[in-house]
């Protein structure tokens, strides 16, 4: 056979013609891929690589860059009751709760001291004496964080605030919270709309009376009692939380907290504070009140301290702080 006949014979391949639609459907997955790619290096650079700097808070520039300090994170942890509120909604709340949470995520050592919201504190900008959850409500989170950090003389990492109803919803999310009640808890207001009736014994609290347990301060201890209960649901709802049966409903609880919950913390180091809060109920976890007492010499009910009382309650459950001494040395 001639090379001419063989040409002839080979079948002749055609050119398939390039269809647009098909094109920009692939350009259109690329150019996704591409941005996801894009914001998702974006966001591991911004939050582990290179995460945003926030200003720490403390009562002077020795406590603000003391390496010693600062080698635990601070965070204030600010809770928010529109329900129990005189306020107006468009106007400043006080806070309903206020606690500082310490955490080592070098040891995994977590402390939580909580403060009463009838604190008599100084609150910068202001003369004579306030209640600490005023803070909040003249001057915002700065306002609050500030105004802590002078009273306890430590630095101020972070904030997290919080809305009741993320509490009720969390709550409800894992299950609720088997909790022995001390006594019998009744209260009501129909102005508040609260309704509060929790029996003596042990209880499966839900997020509605989970509320309510740790609201209550209607008997002779009134907002220090109510601060007890709080430290002891805390760690009964955390040994909760970071229980393997609720491993699964962990994207549900980060979705409550999208909404209720505002912070400046990124998320490294919430990863971190959450690695070391794991342990709760552990030995390396230890929890106080700030010291003091009842207070109405000026016709105001407070909470009053000494420079003494907040350093032992400090001491306690290990918290480190700048001292009187090393302030004068410095």
Excluded: C
């Excluded at 914001?39 to 650079?45: D, F, R």
């Excluded at 504190?121 to 909040?136: F, T």
């Excluded at 909790?179 to 709309?193: I, Q």
């Excluded at 909404?259 to 690695?275: F, G």
């Amino acid at each position: 056979m001639s090379v001419e006949e063989n040409r002839e014979i080979r079948p002749v391949r055609k050119k398939r013609k390039l269809r647009w639609g098909r094109l920009v459907f692939v350009l259109l997955v690329l150019a996704v891929l591409l941005t996801g790619a894009f914001w998702g290096t974006v966001w591991i650079y911004d939050n582990f690589i290179n995460p945003p700097k926030v200003d720490v808070v403390g009562a002077s520039d020795k406590i603000t860059q003391n390496e010693k300090l600062n080698k635990r994170i601070n965070i204030l942890l600010l809770g928010i009751d529109d329900g129990d509120s005189d306020a107006a909604p468009d106007e400043p709340k006080r806070t309903d709760a206020m606690m500082l949470a310490s955490f080592d995520p070098g040891d995994n050592k977590v402390a939580l001291l909580s403060l009463p919201r009838d604190t008599k504190v100084q609150i910068p900008g202001r003369a004579g004496w306030d209640k600490l959850n005023a803070a909040y409500a003249y001057g915002g989170v700065m306002m609050a964080k500030q105004t802590v950090a002078n009273l306890l003389q430590v630095p101020i990492h972070y904030y997290v605030l919080v809305d009741w109803r993320a509490f009720i919803d969390v709550i409800d999310l894992i299950g609720g919270v088997d909790l022995y009640v001390e006594k019998d808890m009744y209260y009501e207001d129909p102005y508040a709309d609260l309704f509060i009736d929790i029996k003596h014994g042990y209880q499966h609290l839900d997020g509605k009376r989970a509320g309510e347990y740790v609201r209550f301060r209607k008997d002779e201890l009134g907002d220090i009692g109510r601060v007890q209960r709080q430290q002891k649901f805390m760690k009964a709802a955390a040994a909760q939380i970071f229980n393997i049966d609720t491993v699964t409903k962990i994207p549900a609880l980060f979705s409550t907290v999208d909404r209720h919950v505002e912070t400046d913390m990124n998320t490294l180091t919430m990863i971190k504070a959450a690695n070391s809060f794991k342990l709760f109920g552990d030995e390396k976890v230890k929890s106080g009140m700030l010291y003091g007492n009842f207070d109405d010499t000026e016709g105001i009910s407070y909470w009053a301290t000494s420079r003494e009382e907040v350093q032992k309650s400090l001491d306690e459950i290990g918290i480190p702080y700048m001292k009187d001494d090393e302030d004068e040395q410095e």
